[in-house]
């Protein structure tokens, strides 16, 4: 890259990032979380209503994350053509008039294909909102912003889990799904009237050819087995707690709970740290902390040492994935490869989140929860080794935008 053409650049950037725009494409990101676990609170009431066998009320849930493993990647392409900004909103009306079909739905077919528009949906905002904030964001404040965002899932899923529990008590399943449709609808009016409209411009470039995508690749690959290995401990500990500790379904969730809280504090970890200058590869070696947490998680020892373990390893989950996103326009070799970019992370991190749970459910029934150790410490090497070797690529300045 030529050097004046980087002055140039930095010269024209804003002096101050426009963090109320960011903040705005950031809560796009949450309500998107909020959508994707909707159903979480009001399951049982939903599954009663409409007849639905477990497993199928598990797809209904995670048929949104599915579509997210398939085509997180054509997506990323997707936006490029059209813009993240108009992608964004595109995404957060599928997820609205998705879920609003939903309220009507008297079947299992009939909610797994809305499920299935509203993952198009989910997809296109995981990939357009992390594009959009470090195009907004001024240089140095964008490992800042970028942590910022990786926090949306746990704190979309820990506010949808909130209010859904009373929501769902006092509207049904189905208000409760039609509240959440009108504040997306909202969301995505709002977002509208205040992204800049230049966007669809900056949009347009030389598509990245796959070499381009080669650093990216190997982000995704550390944040496939991050999430592989981590997102499961979460799911499984409310059956961990009422297994092997007698704790009551309510007292298991309720600590579930908070500490999948604990991953945003991580996330926002890293961006503290990234902006006092530690580097990616220092950042990375955290995760190794996650090997003596499992040991602590499934040992078979005290309650207290359980939550322990898991509170480190969902902290960890927040750290890694945050530095992921961080991480990225680092990699890049220009700035405006980030939508493509993003959909090869969302595609990856979706393809984690969706093995993880069964692989973990097969191995702890079969062997035992102990046999957990060993497949979490190799993942969480394989992670923390991608993200060294992304590390040092990127000891170097940062691509330009154009």
Excluded at 36 to 49: D, E, N, R, Y
Excluded at 252 to 274: H, K, N
Excluded at 382 to 389: E, F, I, Q, Y
Aim: charge should be positive; aromatic fraction near 6%.
């Amino acid at each position: 890259m030529d050097p004046r053409s980087a002055a140039k650049i930095t010269e024209a950037s804003p002096r101050r990032s426009p963090w109320l725009t960011i903040l705005l494409v950031y809560v796009g990101g949450v309500v998107g979380a909020m959508s994707l676990g909707k159903f979480s609170s009001v399951g049982p009431a939903m599954a009663a209503q409409l007849g639905l066998s477990l497993p199928e009320l598990g797809w209904v849930i995670s048929a949104v994350v599915g579509v997210g493993a398939v085509v997180g990647l054509p997506a990323g392409y997707l936006v490029r053509r059209f813009g993240t900004g108009r992608s964004l909103v595109t995404g957060l009306v599928l997820i609205a008039a998705a879920g609003a079909a939903s309220m009507a739905a008297n079947d299992f077919a009939w909610l797994l294909i809305a499920r299935g528009v509203e993952g198009v949906g989910y997809v296109l905002v995981t990939i357009s909102c992390p594009a959009l904030i470090l195009r907004l964001a001024h240089e140095r404040d964008r490992g800042t912003a970028l942590s910022v965002w990786a926090t949306f899932v746990p704190v979309g899923l820990g506010a949808s889990t909130l209010a859904g529990g009373a929501a769902g008590d006092a509207l049904g399943w189905r208000g409760w799904t039609g509240l959440i449709a009108g504040l997306t609808l909202l969301i995505a009016a709002v977002t509208w009237a205040r992204l800049p409209r230049a966007d669809g411009a900056q949009a347009a470039g030389p598509v990245p050819r796959a070499r381009a995508l080669t650093w990216p690749g190997v982000l995704a690959a550390a944040f496939c087995l991050t999430a592989l290995v981590t997102i499961p401990v979460i799911v499984l500990l409310p059956t961990l707690l009422i297994e092997q500790y007698g704790r009551s379904a309510a007292a298991a969730g309720a600590l579930t709970s908070v500490i999948s809280l604990l991953g945003v504090a991580g996330g926002l970890a890293v961006g503290v740290l990234l902006r006092r200058g530690v580097r990616v590869g220092v950042l990375a070696l955290s995760g190794f902390l996650v090997v003596p947490a499992a040991w602590i998680l499934y040992a078979g020892g005290s309650a207290g040492g359980a939550l322990t373990g898991a509170g480190v390893i969902s902290m960890e989950n927040g750290f890694l994935g945050a530095l992921v996103f961080a991480a990225l326009p680092l990699v890049l070799e220009r700035l405006d490869h980030a939508d493509v970019g993003n959909g090869v992370i969302a595609q990856a991190g979706s393809l984690g989140s969706l093995l993880g749970p069964p692989l973990f459910g097969l191995v702890a029934g079969e062997i035992g929860y102990q046999a957990l150790i060993p497949v979490i410490a190799v993942g969480i090497v394989a992670a923390v080794g991608a993200l060294l070797l992304i590390g040092r690529r990127a000891a170097r300045p940062l691509p330009a935008a154009d």
